[in-house]
């Protein structure tokens, strides 16, 4: 199995930043597809990410696209989301998810997730 821990989130005013890291262990050498997702109170859980094996293709969702990144450092078997202008509403739970698809944006398609991460932020 895959195991995947999330951290970096927490409290930030709005306009600020944060970095969120998904670290992997488990059958990591086995190829998959990296995702971030987000689960606010009360909504369904909104694709935010996802980035190729190797690194190098992504996509993203129109609501984040150029104030969300992410990327993958393949020696530590992490992830990141970095997180610039951020509002009120991107407040919610951050999850991390790996897929054994190609890009997948449907959760359904991602077989390991994460605990998830609370990321606040204030107006």
């Known amino acids: 199995q895959v195991q995947l821990v999330e951290s970096g989130g927490g409290l930030v005013q709005a306009g600020g930043s944060l970095r969120l890291s998904c670290a992997a262990s488990?059958?990591?050498?086995?190829?998959?597809?990296m995702g971030w997702f987000r689960q606010a109170p009360g909504k369904e859980r909104e694709f935010l990410a996802t980035i190729s094996w190797s690194g190098g293709r992504t996509y993203y969702a129109d609501s984040v696209k150029g104030r969300f990144t992410i990327s993958r450092d393949s020696t530590k078997n992490t992830v990141y989301l970095q997180m610039n202008s951020l509002k009120h509403e991107d407040t919610a739970v951050y999850y991390c998810?790996?897929?054994?698809?190609?890009?997948?944006?449907?959760?359904?398609?991602?077989?390991?997730w994460g605990q998830g991460t609370q990321v606040t932020v204030s107006s």
């Open positions: 998810a790996a897929s054994p698809a190609a890009l997948p944006v449907r959760a359904v398609y991602y077989d390991y």
């Open positions: 488990g059958r990591t050498f086995s190829p998959y597809a």
